[in-house]
């Protein structure tokens, strides 16, 4: 067991790890910044029919080109929030790439590319995340969101699917294009008999058989449809465990995990049309409230960083900004999160090969492996754990006023175990 001063030791070498490794992606990222971008989430909406608490639970499964992300607190105009940022950005920047205000509305997108009738990249480019900080800066529920996106100047920016949910029961996806939009209620026993809904770079009411992430959509949904055929209840913690670390691949037929000797003699496979892929950088699901409970009570999970190699983590709106300081930027380290950089740390292991069309391929047996010293197997019951201590620390005194020391105590046991779990691991 370490002690306390392990730990602070522990920290100290982490951190000046994480500066080297922070440098690496820097340049990284100043050799790859005229690449085309890669905008490609799976998402999905559960209702609260399908979990043991009857809340409902929304997730985005990022992949993007910017492999730093960071959480960060928002004072808005109307309401304060919690968003999932780039780490480069401002302050003010005024982008967020999914979150959670205070009044309990909650937004996430895919980028669609089968929408828009200007297909041109120029109209794709155009920042979604721009539209979601203004969401959740003046919106408190679907009705408020329709509000904005009626009276927003034309065209609207680009092509995409916003997922939101609300504390008033509220559940739907917006399919967006730069004229207007349709609403796809997921409440609709019609539209999802099952309820929910997956959605990864296409629209369903968009162009037939264009756009992209159909091999995803296809994994994602067997495998929420098998869970559910069997009873089981959706949680945040099984959505990060089968779905953002899920090494299933529909089109071929194949579980990595459930089948390691499908893996070359070496370890390595082909990092293509799985959920978790190289472009992956966060996850999150946004567990909301039922219609008539304090909005405040709407909890974001958020991993940072490659889903495999990180952990989920709880945060609270109404923490205001006593946001774990491991989940924010931190200026000794280019802004960047110490949790996304300790998980893009074990990362660099996992994708090894820089040359030619290495890159490519993923070492699978860095993740999972017989002699279970994979990556997620290592962490997974440090993720036990942290939702352990969540359950014990919020819900088992639902909607109690936690102090500013209460929050910082929590968060300092999270970080205590984060750091002793991952030294061994990035050395």
Known sequence: MLLKGDLNFVKFSIMNRIRQIALALLLILSASQFAGPLYACTSAIITGGLTPDGRPLMWKHRDTDEVNNRIQFFNGEKYSFLALVNSYYADDAQRAWAGNNEAGFCIMNTASYNLSEDDTLASRARSAGRMMYKALSICKNLKDFETMLDTLAR?????SNYGVIDAEGGAAYYEVNEKGW???DVNDPKVAPQGYLVYTNFSYTGRPDDGMGYIRYTTADLIIKNRISKAGEITPKWIFSSLSRSFYHSMLGIDLRDDISTVSGNGFFIDQDFIPRKSSTSAIVFHGVKNGENPVETVMW???GYPPTS???PLFIKAGEN???FMIKNPEI??????????????EKVFPIKRGNGEKYLDFKQLYNNSKTGFIQVLEPLENKIIEEEEDFLHTNYGKRYSKKEFDEFYAKIEDLITS?????IQ
Not at 155 to 159: A, C, H, K, V
Not at 336 to 347: D, E, G
């Open 421 to 425: 779990t991952y030294a061994p691991l």
């Open 323 to 325: 946001q774990p300081a």
């Open 302 to 304: 958020a991993i940072l």
């Open 182 to 184: 349709r609403k796809i």
């Open 334 to 347: 280019q802004n960047n999160a110490m949790m996304c950089n300790l998980s893009l740390a074990l990362k």
């Open 155 to 159: 065209p609207l920016s680009g092509e």
């Open 311 to 313: 952990v989920a983590v």
